[in-house]
């Protein structure tokens, strides 16, 4: 099973330079998102999607970029690289938004910005 | 607000030590609350969960009981392992919310 599938793994940046990060699920899930992991700060929600064609900003959008067209893709996109956007990337799926719903994660995108 | 507090790290222990992580939450509703381990290097793996008060989440010898009088889902472990060193994130998911709201997360270094 191939679960949450996130490319690239490393990604070395210039300021100012764009780039995708990919993510693709095989699960059918109708829910997925972006968070980013800083030191200190555990994980923020960056954007998330609901279904196809739907989404919404999660605690800390600016910077980023989504798009839903398949149920199965939700690509982040960084339109001018930041300093500030060095972090390790995490795309997550889950079935629904009900409660007890398992959450699954990709395995991360480690992103620098020089 | 929602929000997820958890004890700061490190936490280094030896081997066979009991463990124990605090984790308490403010939160509007009936929140389902969540443990995930990340270790080194790796993204983030469920380790256990419990949707309603006083329901015990249990794995890998982990256990955490949903305390909605204290607000609390502390892990516990009566026996850790070098092997469960890891990075452990307590996390909240309100209901019709697809999102988790995450502690910061606490180290644990376990010692042979």
């Known amino acids: 099973n191939a679960g949450v599938t996130q490319t690239p793994k490393f990604q070395v940046l210039k300021t100012g330079q764009s780039m995708t990060l990919q993510c693709a699920q095989d699960?059918?899930?109708?829910?997925m998102s972006w968070y980013r992991q800083d030191p200190g700060m555990g994980l923020r929600l960056i954007h998330y999607?609901?279904?196809?064609?739907?989404?919404d900003q999660g605690e800390v959008p600016n910077g980023y970029n989504v798009s839903r067209s398949t149920t199965e893709d939700f690509p982040l996109r960084l339109l001018s690289a930041a300093p500030s956007q060095t972090s390790v990337y995490f795309c997550?799926?889950?079935?629904?938004?009900?409660?007890?719903?398992?959450?699954?994660f990709g395995e991360g995108s480690w992103l620098t910005v020089v | 607000g929602n929000s997820v507090t958890q004890m700061e790290g490190p936490v280094t222990l030896s081997e066979e030590a009991f463990l124990t992580i605090n984790c308490t939450y403010t939160a509007t509703g009936y929140p389902s609350l969540f443990w995930y381990v990340q270790y080194p290097g790796e993204g983030l793996q469920l380790l256990l969960k419990?949707?309603?008060?006083?329901d015990k989440g249990s794995n890998k010898g982990f256990e955490a009981t949903y305390r909605k009088e204290t607000t609390s889902f502390h892990l516990e472990k009566g026996s850790v392992q070098v092997s469960d060193s890891a990075v452990y994130f307590c996390a909240l998911k309100r209901e019709g919310q697809g999102n988790l709201i995450f502690g910061k997360g606490t180290k644990l270094s376990v010692k042979p």
């Open positions: 419990a949707t309603k008060a006083d």
């Open positions: 997550a799926s889950s079935y629904s938004r009900r409660g007890g719903n398992t959450i699954y």
């Open positions: 699960m059918n899930h109708e829910y």
């Open positions: 999607s609901v279904g196809a064609g739907i989404t």
